[in-house]
C-alpha cells in the first residue's frame, strides 16, 4: 500500500519507553510461574505452544537492544502507520525464527532481555534510526509497535493460560491509539465515528461528515475487544451478537476493513 498520509499522532517518548518495560516485567513475572505443563499447551496463534508464544514475546523485546547495536542508516523510512501492513508479509519468517528460538530456560531467557534493553534504553535517542528488515524507523516509533506486540501477544498468554497477566495502562493506550489511527487511514473520511473510550476517537469511512451533535454513524467497543477485532482474534458479526461492539447507522458496518493485522 502507499506510504500513509495521515499525520502521525504524537506519543511521550519517555512514557512509551516506560510502558515497555512494565508490560514486558508483567509478561516476565507470568512466564516465570508458568508450570511445564502449562508452557506446552496449545494457544489461539496455529501450532504455536504457550512455551512458543513466550519465546516470540521476549524476542520482540530483545529486538530493541539488537536494532540499537546495529549501524544507523537513513534511507527507506518507515511510517509508524505502515508498520501493520508491512509486518504482514513477513509472517512466514517470524514463524521459523520463533521455532528455532531456545525456550528451555526461559526465566534466564526474560532476564537477560530485561537486563540487555534496560541498558540499551538508558541515554539512547528517540530519534536514532534502526534499521528494520523492510525499513528504517526511529526508536521512539519502534517502541510504539512494541507496545502493540506486548498487548496483542498477552492477551494471547492469557487467553491459552487463564495467567490474568495485567495490562500497563499506558502500553494498552498506545497499542488502541495506533490501530484506530490506521483504521482511519485504511478507510479515510468522516462518515463513521468509532469510540474506544477512555483512549480513542477516529472518524473513517467516505461519505457525508459528521460536524455537531451526535453522529448517525457510531461504533464503540472497549479496547481489548477493538484489539482483538483489528488484530484477527475475534469476528465482526460475534461481537456485535456478543454486545461487545455497538453499530449504529448504516453505515457502521467494519467487517469488511478489518482485521488491520494479522
Known amino acids: 500500500m502507499p506510504p500513509a498520509k495521515k499525520r502521525t499522532r ?8 516506560a510502558a515497555v518495560l512494565a508490560q514486558f516485567r508483567h509478561v516476565r513475572e507470568a512466564v516465570e510461574a508458568l508450570t511445564p505443563e502449562q508452557l506446552d499447551g496449545p494457544t489461539r496463534l496455529g501450532e504455536w505452544t504457550v512455551r512458543d508464544l513466550a519465546a516470540h514475546l521476549a524476542w520482540m523485546v530483545d529486538s530493541v537492544p539488537r536494532l540499537l547495536a546495529a549501524p544507523e542508516r537513513g534511507e527507506d523510512r518507515l511510517a509508524l502507520l505502515d508498520w501493520p501492513s508491512v509486518t504482514a508479509g513477513a509472517a512466514e519468517r517470524i514463524d521459523v525464527f520463533t521455532r528455532g528460538i531456545d525456550a528451555s530456560d526461559l526465566p534466564g531467557l526474560y532476564a537477560r532481555v530485561a537486563d540487555d534493553v534496560d541498558r540499551a534504553l538508558e541515554g539512547a535517542a528517540g530519534e536514532r534510526l534502526l534499521p528494520l528488515t523492510f525499513g528504517t524507523m526511529t526508536l521512539a516509533d519502534f517502541l510504539v509497535t512494541r507496545t502493540v506486540e506486548l498487548v496483542v501477544h ?46 480513542a476517537v477516529v472518524q473513517c469511512v467516505e461519505g457525508p461528515r459528521h460536524t455537531r451533535g451526535t453522529p448517525p454513524n457510531v461504533v464503540e467497543t472497549d479496547p481489548l475487544t477493538w484489539i482483538r477485532l483489528a488484530t484477527g482474534r475475534a469476528e465482526w458479526a460475534t461481537e456485535l451478537d456478543e454486545a461487545r461492539v455497538g453499530a449504529s447507522g448504516e453505515r457502521a458496518d467494519l467487517k469488511d476493513l478489518l482485521p488491520l493485522m494479522g
Open 154 to 199: 498477552t492477551d494471547d498468554l492469557n487467553a491459552a493460560t487463564g495467567a490474568g497477566i495485567p495490562y500497563d495502562r499506558q502500553a494498552l493506550a498506545t497499542c488502541t491509539r495506533l490501530l484506530a489511527d490506521v483504521l482511519a487511514v485504511r478507510a479515510p473520511g468522516g462518515a463513521v465515528e468509532v469510540r474506544i473510550p477512555p483512549y
Open 10 to 17: 504524537s506519543y511521550d517518548s519517555a512514557k512509551t519507553r
